[in-house]
């Protein structure tokens, strides 16, 4: 026990306060009084918040679980059909014929006079 003098509070005891939940205005007011008695205060645990109990207990994982696999499953078979489809448009492509292609066609003289008239 301390009686009459002043706060020889370290930035240790400081952190500890705010720890506990004490506010900036609260230190700055145990900083400011002297001391009379010190006595151990009761250190109280902050109540968990019963929100987020609650919500946690009502997450049912499983369902969750469920349904993650049943998207991922979704997803493969897409997946799959366009990679089927790719492939189809690929193999058309791969067998037609350019033949009939106008830039082909055109005579070498044609495409340099255009190119001269450009510029």
Do not use: H
Not at 26 to 43: C, Q, Y
């Amino acid at each position: 026990m301390i009686t009459g003098e002043k706060n020889n509070m370290n930035i240790k005891d400081i952190i500890t306060l705010a720890k506990m939940g004490y506010s900036a205005e609260d230190v700055k007011n145990i900083l400011a009084t002297d001391v009379k008695e010190i006595e151990n205060p009761p250190i109280e645990d902050p109540a968990p918040d019963a929100s987020t109990e609650d919500n946690e207990k009502d997450i049912d994982y499983k369902t969750l679980y469920e349904s993650s696999i049943e998207e991922i499953n979704t997803l493969k078979a897409e997946n799959e059909k366009i990679t089927e489809d790719l492939k189809k448009a690929q193999k058309v492509n791969s067998n037609k014929d350019f033949s009939g292609d106008n830039d082909i066609n055109k005579k070498s003289l044609d495409i340099w006079e255009e190119f001269l008239k450009g510029r």
